[in-house]
Structures are given as C-alpha cells and as structure tokens.
Nanobody, 115 residues
Framework: QVQLVESGGGLVQPGGSLRLSCVAS????????MGWYRQAPGKQRALVAS????????HYADSVKGRFTISRDNTKNTVYLQMNDLKLEDTAVYYC????????WGQGTQVTVSS
C-alpha cells in the first residue's frame, strides 16, 4: 500500500520559514504531478502548490505565490515545500498527494504561525 509521510511542521513566528518534506513509498512517485495541500480549522482542504513529474513546471495558489517554493527529488521519492515569510493565515495542517489527490491521505504535518 502506498504511503505518504509528511514532516517538518512546527511553531514559527510571522515572517519565519519552514521546510516541509513528504516521502512517498512505491515506484509511482516519479510519474505523477505532486501537490501540497493544506487544511485550516473549519475550512476545506485546498491545493497550495504542485509540481510536474519532472519538476519542470510549478503552480501556486495566489495566497502563497512568491513565498512558497515546491520542489522534488525523484531519486528519494520526496517532495518539499519551502515556506518563507509565513503569515498567521498559513496556519494549517499540510498534506501532500498527487494532483487530484489520488492516494490515501497521510497524517499531515501541523504548521502554526503565531506571535
């Protein structure tokens, strides 16, 4: 069974940075567009960034554009999310999945931005 394991979250002050990682089991990883999603309390889960299978094209939600960077290492079955200039509204549980969320969700990693 394919598993997604997210890590790297934590508590950070506004303006701070975090780097999230998601390791995927299975050989499927390198053929899929992968995405980072987030779910804030009381809100639906939403896609914030995605990256094509070869890493040549990225997409970002307007709310994170210019602050977040998605990348991947297909040799390690890992996708990353570098988050800079974090804002209070970035507080959420962050998840990775394929584009279209084809896989079972992992446990996510909590990001809390607070002063």
């Amino acid at each position: 069974q394919v598993q997604l394991v997210e890590s790297g979250g934590g508590l950070v002050q506004p303006g701070g940075s975090l780097r999230l990682s998601c390791v995927a089991s299975g050989s499927f990883f390198r053929i899929y567009t992968m995405g980072w999603y987030r779910q804030a309390p009381g809100k639906q889960r939403a896609l914030v960034a995605s990256i094509t299978s070869g890493g040549s094209a990225n997409h970002y939600a307007d709310s994170v554009k210019g602050r977040f960077t998605i990348s991947r290492d297909n040799t390690k079955n890992t996708v990353y999310l570098q988050m800079n200039d974090l804002k209070l509204e970035d507080t959420a549980v962050y998840y990775c999945n394929t584009d279209g969320s084809l896989l079972a969700w992992g446990q996510g990693t909590q990001v809390t931005v607070s002063s």
